[in-house]
């Protein structure tokens, strides 16, 4: 349900009596999905007072960024979505109602609006698509203040896991990690991003800890552009923060690849050193991109260790046990009871094991050298903090305390060294050789 630039450019005009340039400077201002497409006679003048609703509400998050911590804005949230719900016209399934509970705290006394009328599936779960929730995830924000350009990556990033169904890195971060780090300061959503010091194909930028989600797009494709011109590109980044799913942007196939892209971050410590049990590293992922003739590129985007958290936490929903290996006590017992390794977690005493699991019985220590390679790459060159510096909490007062994370990106630019087409059946021809090759007959899915 995406708008035409014209239609959205229409809403813009009638959605700002006034110039509020810094919230909808063009096409970008509103996400086009959070509005619905308006019916053929919309702009003829005669506009119903849900729609005029509407718009006050949309108005209320644009010009009050971080309005949703003061009270006079929530107040002011809180009766223009009552009116709304109450006019003729309004739609109970509305994103307003869920950014009005999730952002604004607003509950009403007397019942909820009705629930949304959608498809329901086995389990009687709501049905939304992925326009609507990315739309959700933009307003929300733009309501912290972060600029519209930038929303539309950050909700282009999150909305892509869910799309890929990495559910444990998408949708589901947006309040633990994006909306409460912001609410206590530690994360910011609007700071600049600067250059410390470049040359022609290499650059060191400080991210000054805004969002991770805009901050890694934005380096990859210095990185791109020096590669371009030089051949490599090289940017290492610190003061950063999370930024997820490396791969979603510049290798999800929308725009012809020539280039390939080589990148990684830290993250708070969670991996104890092979033979060890202090989570020393994190889960520093490290990602690769490389174009294929598949209609698909070839990513690799997964950590050095064998597990995260998230998929303890999955273990616990789902009431079964950790497999041995994967989590080790500073006892140095690989422990298995799924509940008792999140509450030690919790409080140090249990450490993820690198790629190989525990001990050398299955090559641990090659995961141990990729982590510690990763955490390397990302603060060295940075001289950015790590371990007990990034764990989010200051241990003296227990309060939360800003996590400034390191990453590092190479472009290199293929044509320079191997024709691009050439380049990618090598690439394609290889990925079918895998495909094509021997199965285990007793494999999964057979
Ligand atoms: C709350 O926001 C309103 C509107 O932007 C502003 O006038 C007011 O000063 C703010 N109040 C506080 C306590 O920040
Ligand atoms: C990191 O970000 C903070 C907050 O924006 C900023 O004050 C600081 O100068 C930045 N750089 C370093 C190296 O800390």
Redesign the pocket.
Known sequence: MFLTSFHTALLILSLTPTPTTAFFPGEEGISPSLLRTPPADAYDGATSSSDVLRDDLLRIIGT?PG?HL?D??RDAFASKLREYRDAEGSDPSDVFFAIGRSIFGVEFDDGPPSPPPSDMDDENLPIVDFDYMKGFMKEVFLSYGVTPDRAEICSEVLIEADKRGIDSHGLGRLKPIYCDRMDKGILLPDAPINIVTECDATALVDGNLGIGLYIGPHCMQMAIDKAKKYGVGFVACRNSTGWYVSSSRDWNGERPLAAIGLTGTNARPSIAPTFGTEPMMGTNPLTFGIPSSDPFPFVIDCATSVNQRGKIEKYAREGVKTPQGMVIDDMGVERTDTEGILVDMELGKCALTPLGGAGDKMGGYKGYGWAATVELLCTAIQCGPWGEDICGVDRSTGKPKAMPLGHFFLAIDIEKLCPLGLFKENVGGFLQALRDSRKDPTGPGR
């Open positions: 009050n309005g003061n006079s804005v």
